[in-house]
């Protein structure tokens, strides 16, 4: 039986733990559209996202449930005082302090229910009191109102209930369309961090061509020299290229380096993720027509919604401040029963009848010109915001007409790029053969090595311009072009 050393184990479980580790980096294949669907899914720009549409979804939920009847208690379960408070005397015809000392408690129900056009408050509601005097004159005296009802209102005050009941439908909406926007702006996002590591792997693959290739041809070039084929210039210029290549190999390794780093970041996926990428050969052969994106466009872009509820908050403003500029009346009015005993059994036999009605006037008579300038600065900020949501909308629709522009005009530079991309290979691989059997000089491979390297660039560069517009495009509008529906999600899965 084999025993090993303390420093044979160490060397084992150094080198088990160098597997382990190794093993532990994960490496996935992605092709544009999964990645697209894991940002959407995972990554903190979607995480912000949903959570501002929640934010949104539970505000709107309140309002809604501001509309329903709430029912609410309202207590002063215990309130003792012990003191002195001034009294008349009767007898002297003076005032005097005496000692007191009282406990009391109440509690109060009562049902509300709001109405938006109308501006009032309808309620129903029940007290219950107790009252006890530990002073001289001891006492228990218990108050009951079995029922109220009431309504009351500002008849010609300022109604919130009217606005929120037009605004905050249209936040929702608004929510609902910016959940689904930065949806896609995840997805541009993504798509333009897939194309930096795209380009960054591509550039290092042609940095490892290169150097091979550069390698074979200064060994190439030695053989030729020896046999006085070329100069020396030319075999120091093969020299150069090789140790050129050598640098941009380095360089083409930390860029992909940096690309992976960022994107695995945007994802939120652990750090020693390693991605390959299936970039997308062949593009979506889709023809927009440019009216038919506008109209998508103001009817889906959370922006547009966006400037209409600013639009009618000003508005709402202006109306405040008008209302408050002049007279206002308010009105109250309830019936119902009430009741005094001293003990509890006695405090609900025999109601008596209660009937309040009141009528409020507020009148302002001088405030120097305070609500009249409120008014006139809320006007001026409407007719600002009118102006500005203008040329927001011709801002936002231009910028569509360009994008949907750049789009289809890729669709073209695409398949021209593809085409030179296949014939600078071509060139390239025609050029080395030449050089080889010296039908070719060093300037003509150099040249046909750029155009190669330039036309793969140009290339990966003309995918990743129309990937972009094409997902800016479904920004803007929120529409799926090549499927024929708008873009939708399932709000109820975020909830």
Do not use: C
């Not at 025609?430 to 040249?447: H, M, P, V, Y």
Request: charged letters at 25%; aromatic letters at 12%.
């Amino acid at each position: 039986m084999k025993f090993y050393s303390l420093k044979e184990i160490l060397l084992l479980l150094f080198a088990f733990g160098s597997v382990s580790s190794f093993s532990q980096e994960k490496t996935m294949t992605l092709t544009l559209e999964q990645l697209v669907t894991m940002a959407n899914s995972q990554s903190i720009a979607s995480f912000k996202a949903k959570n501002m549409y929640l934010s949104n979804y539970w505000s709107f939920k309140s309002f809604k449930a501001n509309r329903l009847p709430s029912l609410s208690l309202s207590m002063t379960p215990l309130r003792y005082n012990r003191d002195f408070v001034r009294r008349y005397d009767s007898q002297q015809n003076i005032d005097v302090y005496r000692p007191q000392q009282t406990l009391f408690s109440h509690g109060n129900l009562s049902l509300i229910q709001n109405f938006d056009w109308l501006g009032g408050t309808f309620f129903v509601d029940s007290e219950l009191g107790y009252h006890r005097n530990f002073s001289d004159n001891k006492f228990t005296q218990y108050s009951s109102v079995p029922i109220r009802i009431g309504y009351r209102q500002q008849l010609l005050g300022y109604n919130p209930f009217k606005w929120e009941k037009r605004i905050e439908p249209i936040k929702y909406e608004a929510a609902q369309k910016e959940l689904l926007y930065n949806l896609e702006q995840t997805a541009e996002e993504a798509t333009s961090y897939f194309f930096n590591l795209a380009m960054a792997q591509a550039e290092h693959k042609l940095a490892k061509e290169k150097i091979q290739s550069a390698d074979t041809l200064y060994s190439i070039g030695k053989e030729r020299f020896e046999i006085a084929a070329i100069r020396q210039s030319d075999l120091m210029t093969l020299r150069l290229d090789k140790i050129n290549a050598e640098n941009a190999l380095q360089t083409a390794e930390i860029s992909v380096k940096r690309a992976m780093f960022a994107l695995v970041s945007y994802l939120n996926l652990e750090k020693d993720t390693k991605i390959l990428l299936d970039i997308p050969q062949k593009v979506k052969n889709i023809t927009i027509n440019p009216e038919e994106a506008l109209s998508y466009a103001k009817k889906n872009n959370p922006n547009f919604l966006k400037q209409k509820i600013q639009i009618l908050e000003l508005q709402q403003t202006v109306d405040k401040t008008k209302r408050e500029a002049r007279f206002n009346m308010g009105v109250s009015a309830s019936v119902g029963f009430n009741q005094v005993a001293p003990s509890f059994d006695k405090v609900y036999n025999s109601p008596l009848q209660q009937d309040v009605f009141a009528i409020t006037l507020s009148v302002p008579i001088l405030d120097w010109g305070v609500n009249k300038g409120k008014y006139n600065i809320a006007k001026s900020n409407l007719s600002v915001a009118e102006l500005s949501t203008k040329q927001e909308e011709i801002k936002i629709e231009e910028e569509i007409l360009m994008t949907l522009g750049d789009f289809q005009v890729q669709q073209q530079i695409i398949v021209s790029a593809e085409e030179a991309l296949e014939l600078a290979s071509q060139a390239y691989q025609q050029t080395q053969e030449r050089f080889i059997i010296g039908k070719a000089d060093i300037n003509s491979l150099t040249l046909a090595n750029d155009r190669h390297q330039q036309a793969q660039r140009n290339y990966i560069s003309a995918l990743r311009n129309y990937w972009l517009n094409y997902y800016k495009i479904r920004k803007y509008t929120l529409f799926d072009f090549e499927v024929g529906v708008p873009i939708t999600t399932s709000f109820n899965e975020i909830r």
